[in-house]
DNA sequence: TAATTATCTACTAAATATATAGACAATTTA
DNA sequence: TAAATTGTCTATATATTTAGTAGATAATTA
């Protein structure tokens, strides 16, 4: 198995946990959120356009312009991001149910043991990254006390 | 995420699964699984080495000569083909138990919040392919029943 | 010895990932 | 209005990986 997630992938996921850091009504520029985390200006410059035209982010030009959230953190899933940036999450088409495409060396696909056990990996991925939003990313990237803090002074 | 599963791995799978549903003692050759599971030839022989090379499976040269499984299918995990042919499972190679590599543009990697998710993601698609063996696939793809068709006649 | 079958080395072509360069558009402020 | 700033868009370049091919070599059997 190859990179399944990016530098793309990898890149936008610290660059949207970035912007859900900032304060209500709050923006960040392209080149402040890539010196801070360091991703190539460019590259970051086509990653948020992608995040933006998938309704996750809103931008502004011009002096004081820069992106933001278009919504709450709790309410992006970490797998629509990966989703936007990387498309399907499945490990091989014939097991996406979004992109699914048979494979032409495949008889009979219902009993393919290859797609069987793919598609309980496509499972097991969707429900780790359809039940993380980005607030739970940043409440993670914050929280550097073990679990359970809270009850700790 | 782009082919998490490629062909190198797909049409290993396939032809693990076919050397598994062979009689005991018996080989096949490598001509037969190609052209039986519509594999590239030249390319299964050598993903035919890297599963032997890898201790599944046991080889023959000459007149008679081919492969075969060199233990139980059942002891045989789908995870072991799919590191053997395509390496790490983890969609990262900071979130990688076997192959563990810090990103560059990482700044502390406790905290970071990508690495974390993608651990959860290596835990999930581990907990499939690492508890699925080629014993499952083989009953998987001869059962063309629906489960509990035990009751039926 | 001749046929068969796996093994090994080298190479090519296509796709994908990872950017970079530069023009353009919108907005703000002086 | 002019100038600076910042996002948007198109095109291009390079490196890596995937997917496969070609051809020689080694072992085994009949």
Known sequence: MK?????KGKYGLKAIVHLARLEAGETAQVADVAQRN???????????????????LRSKKGPGGGYALAKPARSIKVGAVIRALEGPIAPIACASRSAFRACEDCGDIDTCPVRSVMSDVRDAIAGIVDNTTVADLVQRSTARAPLHADYAI
């Open 38 to 56: 360091n991703i190539p200006k460019k590259f970051l410059d086509a990653i948020l356009l992608d995040l933006r035209n998938a309704g996750m």
């Open 3 to 7: 990179p399944v997630l990016t530098n």
